[in-house]
Structure formats: structure tokens, C-alpha cells
């Protein structure tokens, strides 16, 4: 686990941007499938990364996947793919065949099963699960990832790509990528910012398995954080063994 510290949440995301386009320069003849996370912190990545870095990233050779889904249709605000069609993807030169939306306004369950079925004939798998070359992940404030809350660990080691999960606060049901295919990627990376995550990025650091975003990030293969001053605040920043 490596962490990638940097003094503001724009310095963050810019500073992931480019590693990613790296990633991608690095490996010339290769198309990445990479799934994104929703919510407010990417938000800013994904704009950032559609003004300022549109004519560096090589789209033609991306194709994008969701992590999680809130269970509404794209045109509502709670929408991940809503959001990242009006900030990323919907503004940049990526064929649109290339953007595998998971369908929130369906019935989810069904909708599980059937964008599990478009990934597992989409990305590359191995030993029953799909290996994504990046997966781009959030920690909320309780320390859930990928729509996974505390409380719905068994997602973890769902023998599933997606499940139906749903937040316990509000009881919105959501679309959510299991553990087992996010610990299988290739690279798995967390974008953490801001004052309020300084206790889950701690979490993440010292409790072991305890809670879902602690529990991905001690089980991938190949994790990074990319954090803030503000979200670092609880660590002292040096790599943390597997």
C-alpha cells in the first residue's frame, strides 16, 4: 500500500491524472479497461481531467466501467454515470461505445446480474473474475467502498461480479462491484481528500480488515492512495507493508 500525498485536494487530483495517463503511456499498444467511482471527490478529478488534460490522454485506447450505481436514472443528480457523462466522458473524444454504464434506473437485481455479464465479456478474466487494469475507489466516512457499508461484508467475498447492496442511511438501493474483483485488478487506487476522511484514512492504515475499505486495501494486489495534507493527517505517510 503507497501513499501519494499531496497539499490540496485540486494538487491530488491533478497528480493522479497524470499518473494515470502515465500508466496508459507506458503500455503503448494496450487498451485499459478502467472502472470509475462516483461522488464528489472524483468530481473534481473528472473535471480537472476534461479541461486541462483532454489533449495528453489517449481515449481512443480506454474503456470505461462503473464500480457502484445509485439505483436512479442517469438524469438524477444522485447518478454516478449521470455525473461523469456531464464532466468526463460526455466532453472528451471517447467513443461512446467504449462507456459501459450500469443501468440504475432498472430493477437491480437484474440489472446486477446483466452488467456482470457485459464485464465478464468485456474485460479480460482470469480464474473466474475480471481483471481491470485500474479501479478507481472512494472511502466514505464510515469506511465504505465501492457501495459496500459496514454492516455487508459478505459483498467482500460475494462469489458475484456486482450485487444489489443499499446505504444504510437512507436506504437507497445501489449497484456495487464486489471484493473479489476489485482485489483481483491490476491496480487499485484510492482518491481520498479532505479533513473529514483523516479517520478512515487512518482506519485504512492500522485496523486490518476492519471495514470494507480497510479490508480492499490490505487485500489487492497493487494499492495506492492519493490523499490531501488534510486526509493524510493521521499517518505519517510511509508505505504500509501488504
Given at each position: 500500500?503507497?501513499?501519494?500525498?499531496?497539499?490540496?485536494?485540486?494538487?491530488?487530483?491533478?497528480?493522479?491524472?497524470?499518473?494515470?495517463?502515465?500508466?496508459?503511456?507506458?503500455?503503448?499498444?494496450?487498451?485499459?479497461?478502467?472502472?470509475?467511482?462516483?461522488?464528489?471527490?472524483?468530481?473534481?478529478?473528472?473535471?480537472?481531467?476534461?479541461?486541462?488534460?483532454?489533449?495528453?490522454?489517449?481515449w481512443t485506447?480506454?474503456?470505461?466501467?462503473?464500480?457502484?450505481?445509485?439505483?436512479?436514472?442517469?438524469e438524477?443528480?444522485?447518478?454516478?454515470?449521470?455525473?461523469?457523462?456531464?464532466?468526463?466522458?460526455?466532453?472528451?473524444?471517447?467513443?461512446?461505445?467504449n462507456?459501459?454504464?450500469?443501468?440504475?434506473?432498472?430493477?437491480?437485481?437484474?440489472?446486477a446480474?446483466?452488467?456482470s455479464?457485459?464485464?465478464?465479456?468485456?474485460?479480460?478474466?482470469?480464474?473466474?473474475?475480471?481483471?481491470?487494469?485500474v479501479?478507481?475507489?472512494?472511502?466514505?466516512?464510515d469506511?465504505h467502498?465501492?457501495?459496500?457499508?459496514?454492516?455487508?461484508?459478505?459483498?467482500?467475498?460475494?462469489?458475484?461480479?456486482?450485487?444489489?447492496?443499499?446505504?444504510?442511511?437512507?436506504?437507497?438501493k445501489?449497484?456495487?462491484?464486489?471484493?473479489?474483483?476489485i482485489?483481483?485488478?491490476?491496480?487499485v487506487i484510492?482518491?481520498i481528500?479532505?479533513r473529514?476522511?483523516?479517520?478512515?484514512?487512518?482506519?485504512?492504515?492500522?485496523?486490518?480488515?476492519?471495514?470494507p475499505a480497510?479490508?480492499?486495501?490490505?487485500?489487492a494486489?497493487?494499492?495506492?492512495?492519493?490523499?490531501?495534507?488534510?486526509?493524510?493527517?493521521?499517518?505519517?505517510?510511509?508505505?504500509i507493508?501488504?
Open positions: 500500500m503507497k501513499p501519494f500525498i499531496y497539499p490540496s485536494s485540486i494538487e491530488t487530483a491533478r497528480a493522479l491524472i497524470l499518473h494515470l495517463i502515465k500508466i496508459m503511456i507506458d503500455e503503448p499498444g494496450k487498451t485499459f479497461n478502467i472502472a470509475l467511482s462516483g461522488g464528489s471527490t472524483p468530481a473534481l478529478m473528472f473535471d480537472l481531467w476534461a479541461n486541462e488534460y483532454s489533449d495528453i490522454t489517449p485506447r480506454m474503456k470505461v466501467f462503473f464500480v457502484d450505481e445509485r439505483c436512479v436514472p442517469p438524477n443528480s444522485d447518478s454516478n454515470y449521470g455525473m461523469v457523462r456531464s464532466l468526463l466522458v460526455g466532453v472528451v473524444p471517447i467513443d461512446y461505445e462507456v459501459f454504464r450500469i443501468r440504475g434506473e432498472d430493477r437491480p437485481d437484474k440489472e446480474v446483466r452488467y455479464k457485459v464485464v465478464e465479456s468485456q474485460v479480460p478474466m482470469q480464474d473466474g473474475w475480471p481483471v481491470f487494469d479501479i478507481l475507489l472512494g472511502a466514505g466516512g469506511g467502498t465501492s457501495s459496500i457499508f459496514p454492516g455487508q461484508e459478505k459483498l467482500l467475498s460475494s462469489d458475484r461480479i456486482y450485487e444489489v447492496s443499499y446505504n444504510p442511511n437512507n436506504g437507497q445501489r449497484i456495487a462491484m464486489t471484493g473479489c474483483p482485489i483481483n485488478a491490476r491496480r484510492f482518491l481528500t479532505g473529514n476522511k483523516a479517520e478512515v484514512v487512518e482506519e485504512i492504515y492500522t485496523s486490518g480488515d476492519t471495514g480497510a479490508y480492499i486495501a490490505h487485500h494486489k497493487n494499492v495506492e492512495l492519493f490523499l490531501d495534507d488534510y486526509a493524510a493527517a493521521n499517518i505519517n505517510g510511509e508505505e507493508p501488504d
